[in-house]
């Protein structure tokens, strides 16, 4: 069987004044349909450059992302992005911004009516048809994250790409967003990719933990299955022996086998 | 004497006073206030009124010698009335009141600035989009937006053999630069995050510039039409000078030549709030349609 989606020995590096800064190296991965993988690391490992490589914003140095036997060279609404600081367009309503990327995507295959039950549904789904009409400006940050999701998932992505997703918001605000999230992904079983540097929203979301060692030419050092099953409540996993473990491994990884050393530049 | 001893005086110095009840009047309540409204009405229009007076005062001194080359207001008043009074009469075709030579520059300006608004939002999004383009041209704008508009008259009725077309052109070749710039500047300011949007969204260049591009420049858009309805109508009165036809600017050209200065004053006064109401305009029109998009 082949995998889903296959990064097969990715390099990237940068020029940057005839500079050449090797970036990621290396990197070996296979992700299967409906699975929930997580990438962590130190911040400048490489992590969001990675998530970039697969979104196809950014181009690979050597290697190939592999979608389904296809390769990846350019951006594409099958592989949907949800940006750490949401990327709404301003002068756009909340239902707007989601029509924007449904008309873009459904233009021909759906219907007017078609399209717009399929905006609504897919606001119901963060919960946000409530605010439809307003612009992003007159809504909190975890709101904008959400229709942020919600323009996501509106694209019917083969891979729904989060880079960072919860960073900018407040701890409650966060945790609702986790169960908001799982919540989608039990649902729809979306294959999906998240960038993170919080290590219990890590365990607690993905499937498997992809942890990176620090650059320059950083590789993937670990990766941990996560055996919880699911639907998990993160009140019950406080004290799961299972969470535990896992958070420990992660733990470990990070601060004592690759401890972050602020660059002496 | 202590410290504790002070304080005891002190304390008694001030007895407890009962609690009042203080009780809101009617004033403390906001609502229609006749008395509040004229007070800020007079606040914005008493100052420039005293100091229009004032320098009407000076004018009126220092011109009112028989010695004097120009005329003092009063004068204007008495000789331009009917300029003053009439905005709107029509007496024939080269006798008609300055509203309608003013409308009919405003109808010139309309033409050119509209073409060098349309010519220059797709020029400025060229260059701010195209790394090459904006080498290859930006040296070229900035050679040519130094060159006074009185410049390319000559150049332009060469061309066109027609006065019309002329200060047509003169009109839009001013107008053009500062709206190129700053669309420029305001589409190499686009945040990459809307850019990877339309990337992930796979918009086409087309889609791109009306869906993305032009609102999120059109605060810098709208400060370049600003700048450029501005020098338009300073354009349109020096090239009418020297076209011809019916324009406000060859009114002032016409009354110099038959030393007519009170009407030449009268003019200048409508030129200058013609050109500060078209400024409000296109700040007011900026205003409204950029309404939410600089907010974050």
């Known amino acids: 069987m082949t995998a889903y989606l296959k990064l097969d020995h990715i390099d990237k590096s940068f020029a ?42 950014t181009k690979v140095s050597a290697g190939a992302v592999l979608l ?10 099958e592989r949907a992005v949800v940006f750490q600081n949401h990327s709404l367009l301003p002068w756009l309503t909340v239902y707007e911004n989601i029509s924007l990327a449904v008309s873009k995507v459904f233009g021909r295959s759906k219907s007017k009516a078609e399209r ?13 048809a409530h605010a439809r009409y307003k612009r992003p400006a007159e809504i909190s940050g975890g709101m904008k994250q959400r229709v942020g999701i919600a323009r996501a998932l509106a694209m ?19 945790a609702h967003l986790q169960d908001a999230v799982m919540d989608i992904h039990s649902r729809l079983g979306s294959t999906t990719i998240m960038i993170t540097h919080d290590v219990d929203e890590a365990v607690l979301l993905s499937d498997r933990i992809v942890m990176m060692t620090n650059g320059p030419a950083a590789t993937i050092g670990e990766v941990l299955a996560v055996p919880l099953t699911r639907p998990r409540r993160r009140v019950e996993l406080a004290s799961d022996r299972t969470f535990l473990r896992c958070r420990e491994a992660v733990l470990k990884f990070l601060y004592e086998r690759h401890r972050f050393v602020e660059a002496a530049e | 004497m202590s410290i504790q001893t002070i304080e005891d005086t002190n304390v008694k110095a001030f007895p407890a006073k009962p609690a009042e009840v203080i009780a809101l009047t009617a004033k403390a309540r906001r609502r229609f206030e006749p008395m509040a409204i004229a007070g800020r009405l007079a606040s ?23 010695t004097s080359s120009l005329p003092p207001p009063s004068q204007v008043w008495n000789e331009a009335y009917d300029l003053i009074a009439h905005p709107f009469f029509d007496n024939g075709p080269q006798d ?79 107008s053009i630069w500062p709206i190129i710039i700053n669309t420029a500047v305001g589409v190499r300011n686009i945040p990459q995050d809307y850019r990877n949007v339309a990337l992930i969204l796979r918009l086409n260049p087309f889609e791109f510039f009306v869906k993305i591009m032009v609102p999120a420049a059109a605060p810098y858009i709208f400060t370049g039409l600003r700048i450029g309805i501005g020098l338009s109508w300073l354009a349109i009165v020096a090239a009418e000078m020297l076209t011809g036809g019916v324009g406000i600017g060859f009114f002032i050209w016409d009354a110099w030549n038959s030393s007519r200065l009170p009407d030449i004053i009268v003019a200048l006064a409508y030129i200058g709030v013609t050109g500060f109401c078209l400024d409000r305009l296109v700040a007011a029109v900026g205003a409204f349609v950029t309404r939410g998009t600089t907010a974050k």
């Not at chain 1, 019917?156 to 966060?174: H, M, S, V, Y």
């Not at chain 2, 009919?104 to 383009?133: D, E, H, N, T």
């Open chain 1, 16 to 57: 940057r004044g005839g500079q050449v800064s090797e970036v990621l190296s290396d990197i070996r991965l296979t992700i299967d349909k409906g699975e929930f993988v997580s990438i962590i690391g130190h911040s400048g490992c490489g992590k969001s450059t990675l998530l970039n490589l697969i979104a196809g914003l």
């Open chain 1, 68 to 77: 389904q036997d296809k390769e990846v060279d350019s951006p594409g609404p």
């Open chain 1, 116 to 128: 717009h039950e399929w905006i609504m549904r897919n606001l119901d789904l963060v919960q946000m």
């Open chain 1, 156 to 174: 019917e992505p083969k891979i729904l790409l989060l880079d960072e997703p919860f960073g900018a918001l407040d701890a409650l605000t966060r």
């Open chain 2, 44 to 66: 914005t229009l008493v100052p420039p009124i005293i100091v229009i007076a004032l320098l009407l005062v000076v004018w009126q001194v220092a011109c009112s010698s028989p």
């Open chain 2, 96 to 174: 008609i009141g300055l509203a309608w030579r003013v409308l009919i520059s405003l109808q010139r300006v309309a033409i050119g600035f509209g073409l060098a608004a349309v010519v220059g939002v797709a020029l400025g999004a060229l260059v701010g989009q195209s790394i090459w383009a904006m080498r290859g041209l930006d040296p070229v704008f900035q050679i040519l937006r130094t060159v006074p508009p009185l410049a390319w008259l000559p150049l332009s009725l060469a061309a066109f053999r027609d006065s019309n077309p002329s200060a047509l052109f003169v009109i839009f070749i001013t």
